[in-house]
């Protein structure tokens, strides 16, 4: 038997008993009477693997998307999702066009849920795209710290011409990220004509995730922006006034 998967899965089990409750490192490894760094190498590699997710700095970890995505389970942020999904229902309702909630992982947009419209001819976008090239990640990525945003760009670098040709500098992307900050939603034209536009999800004065809409230009076009920003707007303000 392979020591090191035995491990891995007694983790998995022991932060999934509470999955809503994060484990520190420590804890984690007195539980399972493991060494620290043997503990601190397998998680890093789980985590690397959505299996395992850090939340916050030092408040341990939690289940990432890819245990519930096991067994398409929605539980993964289910006290956002929970909130969210009335609201999103609704805003679907009234402009039948698709809404989905997101969240920031490591620099990917990461669609924790959909709400489809009725039409014939859907918009549609991935589950994992880089945050740069959605609304809904430029958004996020610009109510982040100026630190964490610094972080961020050390780590991932700069978008690339095709995800966002007006930030492809260090001068540019910030003064993008500064318009977006600014005006608290950001709109992305892709080269497939499809919009998307998105909006903050604020929790404790910190960025949680997003609520995002996507439709095809001409329908964008008919509903007219400002219909269309001032309804998304006031849908994240009311999640935001729940969360």
């Not at 490894?29 to 916050?56: F, H, W």
């Not at 976008?125 to 990525?141: C, F, H, N, Q, V």
Request: neutral net charge; glycine residues 6%.
């Amino acid at each position: 038997m392979i020591q090191v998967i035995h491990r891995a899965f007694d983790i998995l089990e022991f932060i999934g008993k509470e999955p809503d409750k994060p484990k520190v490192l420590g804890e984690i490894a007195q539980a399972l009477n493991l060494n620290p760094g043997t503990c601190a190498n397998i998680i890093k590699t789980m985590t690397s693997r959505k299996y395992v997710e850090k939340v916050d700095h030092q408040k341990g970890y939690v289940l990432g998307s890819a245990a519930y995505n096991l067994t398409g389970n929605e539980g993964y942020r289910k006290g956002l999702i929970d909130v969210s999904k009335p609201y999103m229902e609704q805003l679907t309702k009234e402009l039948n066009e698709n809404s989905e909630l997101s969240v920031l992982q490591n620099d990917l947009r990461l669609v924790l849920l959909r709400v489809k419209s009725d039409h014939d001819i859907q918009a549609r976008t991935a589950s994992e795209k880089r945050a740069y090239d959605t609304a809904a990640g430029r958004i996020m990525l610009a109510c982040l710290s100026e630190s964490e945003i610094e972080a961020f760009v050390h780590k991932y670098g700069l978008p690339k011409e095709e995800e966002w040709k007006e930030a492809k500098s260090l001068s540019t992307f910030f003064v993008e990220i500064s318009k977006i900050k600014t005006a608290q939603y950001a709109i992305q034209i892709s080269v497939n004509q499809i919009v998307g536009v998105a909006v903050p999800l604020i929790k404790n004065e910190k960025i949680i995730g997003c609520l995002g809409m996507y439709m095809p230009t001409y329908r964008y076009d008919d509903l007219g922006h400002d219909k269309i920003l001032k309804t998304i707007i006031a849908t994240g303000n009311a999640i935001n006034e729940k969360l």
